[in-house]
């Protein structure tokens, strides 16, 4: 596993994904906007930011492009809501970027 992450984009996709986990962990858990913890919510979330993010770590570990991508574009919609408000959370956005970054840069290391 550490020799997967000696690669840029298996690098950057690991981060960007337990980034996402740790980001969601604080949108459900820690969120000062939200008085309780409402399942609905909580399901639609971890469907759309935290499954996502581990799609894209074990695409980084296994090499498979393709999830990565899948990732990205399942990630975006809320991804690109989420980077529109203020705080902490706007960092979704930066996490979605980072697997398309991953993505392309894993389609240079195949080609070389």
Same mark, same amino acid.
């Given at each position: 596993?550490?020799?997967?992450?000696?690669?840029?984009?298996?690098?950057?996709?690991? @981060?960007?994904?337990?980034?996402?986990?740790?980001? =969601?962990?604080?949108?459900?858990?820690?969120?000062?906007?939200?008085?309780?913890?409402? @399942?609905?919510?909580?399901?639609? @979330?971890?469907?759309?930011?935290?499954?996502?993010?581990?799609?894209?770590?074990?695409?980084? =570990?296994?090499?498979?492009?393709?999830?990565?991508?899948?990732?990205?574009? =399942?990630?975006?919609?809320?991804?690109?809501?989420?980077?529109?408000?203020?705080?902490?959370?706007?960092?979704?956005?930066?996490?979605?970027?980072?697997?398309?970054?991953?993505?392309?840069?894993?389609?240079?290391?195949?080609?070389?």
């Amino acid at each position: 596993m550490i020799c997967q992450l000696k690669r840029p984009s298996a690098l950057l996709a690991t @981060t960007a994904g337990t980034a996402a986990i740790l980001l =969601w962990m604080m949108l459900v858990f820690f969120n000062p906007y939200s008085s309780s913890l409402e @399942t609905r919510p909580l399901q639609i @979330t971890f469907f759309t930011l935290c499954v996502p993010a581990a799609l894209a770590i074990v695409s980084a =570990w296994f090499r498979r492009r393709t999830l990565l991508l899948i990732a990205f574009l =399942w990630s975006l919609p809320i991804s690109l809501y989420l980077a529109m408000t203020p705080g902490i959370f706007a960092l979704f956005g930066a996490t979605s970027c980072a697997y398309l970054v991953s993505y392309f840069l894993m389609l240079a290391e195949m080609r070389r």
